[in-house]
């Protein structure tokens, strides 16, 4: 299948073609040097690139410079030019975070299943490397290290668009990347970026079909949506989280107040962060003064439903956006429910399936909570936040999961891998 | 996310969306029963199934006969006939199926892994249905009871387009399992048929992301084609096998002629049949004459390269075209080739990655082939036609996944189910 042929007609006649396949056939190439390299080769490999990003700070921080320099002429946002940046800490940080996974197990080789059969024909189902991995994102220069490292020990090579905002910065961790690869001896277009291809060179990617084994989109809702309806590759879509917890009637008021300010103070900005606080009625006399006064003092603004409000006024009058809505920022929607079912329809209703947690003391509801919400991450009396590639102890995380194909939740190294069966026998036929 | 907004323009203008949807949206109902529903009411409804389809044999094939009458108006090829006609004993075999997977464990509820964090939150990942499997396919009334059947035990709803050809019998075969879905207590909507719709449901089905959580295709190359492309929604695709067996130096003549011979001539037309044949050089002289003697004296036409031509003439030379066809015939392309770099290089280039098979009696040869061989299926010494999900022990199979997302080679129940994460805490919260 010609990737010509698959590319949207507008993308192809932007694209240096010949270019961009040379890239692809060269890490297709790559892959099969990957795919037989064994965990000492791949973890000497992240050894040397966390080395070599550290004894490469300077140049880092320099082209992260020109980038910031120049989002700040186009006006980027402080939330996107503060992701954008790398600090020598921030950098300090990215080779720690290569060096964590020189520690995980990799699942390349894995025995998933297997059996013999009756005619003494054994079956293994053993995990392979997929092949070749896209991601396409947004001024995330972390993320650039962090896929290729998690690609490199799960096997795979990295083909990269990270965006025109970081292109200088993304541009130079590359480069330091493929130095300490052909160091130690691997190809260096194991890890590559596309971002010289702009956007055609990301629309030829997501119909690149045949040349890209799975593609990750991780940014914003737009950049997701269009990856998941423009993409013939396959995908994982990770991300959006419209994050819910239910206060039930039986619930403790110190793990509502400790769980529910967690999941909204401490980092507002993720995925995980809790959106909307559901709270039974008969629960919300006792239970909303502490706990949305908790977060007042923390400077959150409640957007109530007219019960809610009621009962503690020093809030606004939610609407139906804000049932809707990821904040992503100090604000929450709080409505007061009848019972666990009506809890349970509104998820249904306005969950992203990433992450719902209980607070309860009732084991029936617990159970049916658990059984019924149908979120990657179902949780009884924790904060959201858990729901996290690192404290599930994956490691770096190449995103979460929020389709149900493959991987739901975070992605760890198993999830970068296919599986292929062994069979082998010894003259064996079909009867 | 409205169907009506994904739906493709042109389709959408012909669709009876409010019909369709509401078709829809009672599967998302069902399904939330059936994600809840105990094994052994999933196999009290199976075995009904089973009971009604042998009840119903005579509604069954007067049905069919309608669509065969159709069919031969319309000039349907001798296969595509063969392949849409119901006998009793067809019905029975149908029948059969469905008891088998009463045997087969259910999926539902398995715990892939788990652990407790050192703060005490225990993290456990448990299957769960996909909710609502789509499936789209071409006159094959069996796929309609396998479908329905294994979407049903893996608790997952089953949307079934199966296609003008064989309308009348699967609109039978459906009306009589939605019968015994009821009398078991099941929601009728559990198994539905979209094919009232025509070509505009397949279209609208293939674009209903966020009510079909799983499409499978089956059927024609151009039939997966289309929806791989067309799709919002996350295909497994399944299909072609351009398979092919290795005969290296060290290959047993006795082993070499029966497997070849099982894997062309027992079942010609199934994607695990062999197409290609890659003979090391230094065994040609030894192996060809008795290995093709036995396939002509089957009556397979060999279509050779000018090396195994001057070997055995008895055969027709071989084009380009033959190392790319799925002939699905008697008929079998036969190569000679230098050493297992070349044959492994040929399969890289022509294989669809279903299933390849090397006869050998080298081990570094066997465990280089197994390695480097990136298929669903990689064999030693056994014929390719034991890519199955009956052979494997699945009971009937959804297809054979030919690419490496979620499923790759004979997919079976657990392949069905999705996961989720269940994570139980006592007021922890993220420090």
Same mark, same amino acid.
């Given at each position: 299948?010609?990737?010509?042929?698959?590319?949207?007609?507008?993308?192809?006649?932007?694209?240096?073609?010949?270019?961009? /396949?040379?890239?692809?056939?060269?890490?297709?190439?790559?892959?099969?040097?990957?795919?037989?390299?064994?965990?000492?080769?791949?973890?000497?490999?992240?050894?040397?690139?966390?080395?070599?990003?550290?004894?490469?700070?300077?140049?880092?921080?320099?082209? @992260?410079?020109?980038?910031?320099?120049?989002?700040?002429?186009?006006?980027? %946002?402080?939330?996107?030019?503060?992701?954008?940046?790398?600090?020598?800490?921030?950098?300090?940080?990215?080779?720690?975070?290569?060096?964590?996974?020189?520690?995980?197990?990799? &699942?390349?080789?894995?025995?998933?299943?297997?059996?013999?059969?009756?005619?003494?024909?054994?079956?293994?189902?053993?995990?392979?490397?997929?092949?070749?991995?896209?991601?396409?994102?947004?001024?995330?220069?972390?993320?650039?290290?962090?896929?290729?490292?998690?690609?490199?020990?799960?096997? @795979?090579?990295?083909?990269?668009?990270?965006?025109?905002?970081?292109?200088?910065?993304?541009?130079?961790?590359?480069?330091?990347?493929?130095?300490?690869?052909?160091?130690?001896?691997?190809?260096?277009?194991?890890?590559?970026?596309?971002?010289?291809?702009?956007?055609?060179?990301?629309?030829? /990617?997501?119909?690149?079909?045949?040349?890209?084994?799975?593609?990750?989109?991780?940014?914003?809702?737009?950049?997701?949506?269009?990856?998941?309806?423009?993409?013939?590759?396959?995908?994982?879509?990770?991300?959006?989280?419209?994050?819910?917890?239910?206060?039930?009637?039986?619930?403790?008021?110190?793990?509502?107040?400790?769980?529910?300010?967690?999941?909204?103070?401490?980092?507002?900005?993720?995925?995980?962060?809790?959106?909307?606080? /559901?709270?039974?009625?008969?629960?919300?006399?006792?239970?909303? &003064?502490?706990?949305?006064?908790?977060?007042?003092?923390?400077?959150?603004?409640?957007? %109530?439903?007219?019960?809610?409000?009621?009962?503690?006024?020093?809030?606004?009058?939610?609407?139906?956006?804000?049932?809707?809505?990821?904040?992503?920022?100090?604000? /929450?929607?709080?409505?007061?429910?009848?019972?666990?079912?009506?809890?349970?329809?509104?998820?249904?209703?306005?969950?992203?399936?990433?992450?719902?947690?209980?607070?309860?003391?009732?084991?029936?509801?617990?159970?049916?909570?658990?059984?019924?919400?149908?979120?990657?991450?179902?949780?009884? @009396?924790?904060?959201?936040?858990?729901?996290?590639?690192?404290?599930?102890?994956?490691?770096?995380?190449?995103?979460?999961?929020?389709?149900?194909?493959?991987?739901?939740?975070?992605?760890?190294?198993?999830?970068?891998?296919?599986?292929?069966?062994?069979?082998?026998?010894?003259?064996?036929?079909?009867?």
């Amino acid at each position: 299948m010609s990737l010509l042929e698959n590319a949207a007609p507008a993308a192809a006649g932007d694209l240096d073609s010949a270019a961009f /396949l040379a890239k692809l056939d060269a890490a297709k190439s790559a892959a099969r040097v990957l795919a037989t390299t064994n965990t000492a080769a791949k973890d000497a490999a992240l050894e040397a690139i966390a080395q070599d990003l550290l004894a490469c700070v300077d140049d880092i921080v320099a082209a @992260n410079a020109e980038d910031l320099a120049r989002g700040r002429e186009n006006g980027l %946002s402080t939330g996107l030019l503060d992701r954008l940046t790398l600090t020598p800490q921030r950098v300090q940080g990215l080779a720690d975070a290569v060096l964590d996974i020189v520690g995980i197990a990799d &699942p390349v080789g894995e025995s998933v299943r297997g059996k013999t059969l009756p005619n003494g024909v054994h079956l293994e189902q053993v995990r392979v490397p997929f092949g070749v991995v896209g991601a396409i994102y947004e001024a995330r220069p972390n993320v650039t290290v962090d896929i290729a490292a998690l690609a490199l020990k799960s096997g @795979n090579v990295a083909v990269l668009r990270g965006g025109s905002a970081a292109e200088r910065t993304n541009a130079v961790l590359v480069a330091v990347i493929q130095a300490a690869l052909t160091r130690t001896g691997l190809p260096a277009a194991s890890v590559q970026t596309i971002d010289e291809f702009g956007r055609p060179g990301a629309a030829a /990617l997501m119909r690149a079909r045949g040349h890209v084994d799975l593609l990750v989109p991780r940014g914003s809702a737009q950049l997701i949506q269009t990856v998941v309806t423009e993409s013939t590759v396959p995908v994982i879509e990770t991300g959006a989280g419209v994050v819910h917890i239910v206060l039930d009637a039986s619930a403790r008021e110190d793990w509502a107040v400790d769980i529910v300010r967690n999941a909204k103070v401490q980092r507002p900005s993720v995925c995980n962060a809790v959106e909307t606080l /559901l709270v039974h009625a008969d629960a919300a006399q006792r239970l909303l &003064p502490p706990v949305l006064g908790a977060l007042r003092a923390e400077g959150v603004t409640i957007h %109530s439903d007219e019960r809610a409000l009621a009962i503690f006024p020093d809030a606004v009058p939610a609407t139906e956006e804000d049932w809707e809505t990821e904040y992503m920022s100090l604000d /929450l929607a709080v409505r007061v429910v009848d019972d666990l079912d009506e809890a349970v329809e509104h998820i249904r209703r306005y969950s992203t399936s990433h992450t719902e947690s209980i607070v309860t003391n009732d084991l029936a509801n617990a159970d049916r909570f658990l059984a019924e919400v149908d979120s990657a991450v179902v949780m009884v @009396n924790a904060s959201t936040r858990f729901t996290d590639g690192g404290e599930f102890g994956f490691g770096a995380e190449v995103g979460i999961s929020t389709q149900k194909l493959h991987a739901r939740g975070p992605m760890g190294l198993p999830e970068l891998t296919s599986t292929k069966w062994l069979v082998r026998g010894s003259g064996q036929i079909r009867g």
